[in-house]
Each structure stands twice: as C-alpha cells, then as structure tokens.
C-alpha cells in the first residue's frame, strides 16, 4: 500500500463542542473535548489527505498538516462546513448543540425572577450534508450512546442517509478521557473494536478510509 494513499483528496472534519450563547457571559453546550476528532484529523493528514478541520471551542493544538477553521455555535458550524465543500470525505465528529437561544444582548440579572430560555432547534449539519447537492462519496456520522450502542446507532445510519456511523460507548469514562470503545456500522454490517487509545481509533479510521476510496 502506498505510504500517503489519500494523497490529493480533501477531507472535512469537524470536532469538538458548540457553544451556544445565552447572554454575553453565558451560554450552554455539549460535553466533548475534541480529542477524538482532533486525532482523527491529524491521521488523515499523515495518510496525506488536505484536512479541513471546523473545531468548536476546545483547548487543543492544532494537528500537524491540518487546515483548522475555529467556530463557536452550531450555526457557524454550518456555515463553515459548507464553506469548505467540496470534500471527498466528511467524518462529522463534533458535538453539536441541539438547540441554541436566542441571546440576550445584556446579562441577564439575578433576583429579576427565574428567566425562561426558549430553545431553538440548531441545523443537522450532518443531514444535511447527507440530503445536500455536494454530499461527500464517503460521509461518516458518530454517535454517542448511553444505552443499546449499536441498535440506536444503527437507526442513526438510516435515518441521517450516512454511510457510516462510528458508534461510541460514552456510559463510561469516554468524555475528556485517552481511550474509547467504537462499533463501524456499515451497510455491510457491525465492526466491534476493541477498548483503544483515541489515536490509534484515529488511525485504524483513517485507514479503513483509505481503502474504502481505493
Ligand atoms: O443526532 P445526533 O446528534 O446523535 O447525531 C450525531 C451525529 O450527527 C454526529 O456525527 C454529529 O457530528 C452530527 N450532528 C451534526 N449537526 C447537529 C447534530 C449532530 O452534524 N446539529
């Protein structure tokens, strides 16, 4: 196998969190470090893909060969995504906020009664990806899971039209932590990994890439 087998192809990944503000000092979001994404761009770089990488607000380096395009909410995730189409290859590994607020331009104060927060569904930038007129030959959504990991993402694959869907165990330690446990699901079925440093999930992914474009 050649050493850089994605070497003229482009890839997009977006990771990490979106931070959807409330109020100038305020905001909510979703619990994710980035790490697995940030991995997962910096092997397809080795492999000698151009990575676009879209990254919400996380506190990583930015990986070696990596093109990183830095966001804060869901929309500008969007926003960013389509900006950097057209791709080969989209691996969609970001946390992105269901629903964002409508921010107050002012903080809003203590002791002036319990505020009522109106949540906004934000876009499905994967789906739409999915169902756009530049959808990506090979798209891949992850799904973090509590429970029945591969039942639920497997309902995931067809429901968003993916073509992968990698499936992770987050009842346990995932969130912040080196390692994770994934599932592939495919069209052709259910690949169960074992429990694996970020990195080398990144590279088995990246791998599994390169051939499925060859
Ligand atoms: O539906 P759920 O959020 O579990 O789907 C997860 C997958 O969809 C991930 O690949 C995530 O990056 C993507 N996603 C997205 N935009 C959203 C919500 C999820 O791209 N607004």
Known sequence: LPTRPLAGRHVLVTAGPTHEPIDPVRYIANRSSGRQGFAIAGALARLGARVTL???PV???TPVGVTRVDVETG???AEAVDTALPADVAVMVAAVADWRVDPAAQKIKKG???PALRLLPNPDILAGLAAG??????????AAETERVVEHATAKRVRKGV????ANDVS???MGGGANTVHILTADGVEDWPRLPKDE???????????ALT
Not at 133 to 142: A, K, N, Q, V
Request: aromatic share 4%; hydrophobic share 50%.
């Open 59 to 61: 506190d990583l380096p």
């Open 54 to 56: 879209v990254a919400g």
């Open 172 to 174: 346990g330690d995932v």
């Open 75 to 77: 929309g500008q995730m």
């Open 112 to 114: 002036a009664g319990e």
């Open 163 to 166: 073509d992968w869907i990698v």
């Open 133 to 142: 007129p530049r959808r990506p030959r090979l798209l891949i959504g992850f």
């Open 201 to 211: 999930v990144a590279a088995r992914l990246a791998q599994r890439i390169a051939e």
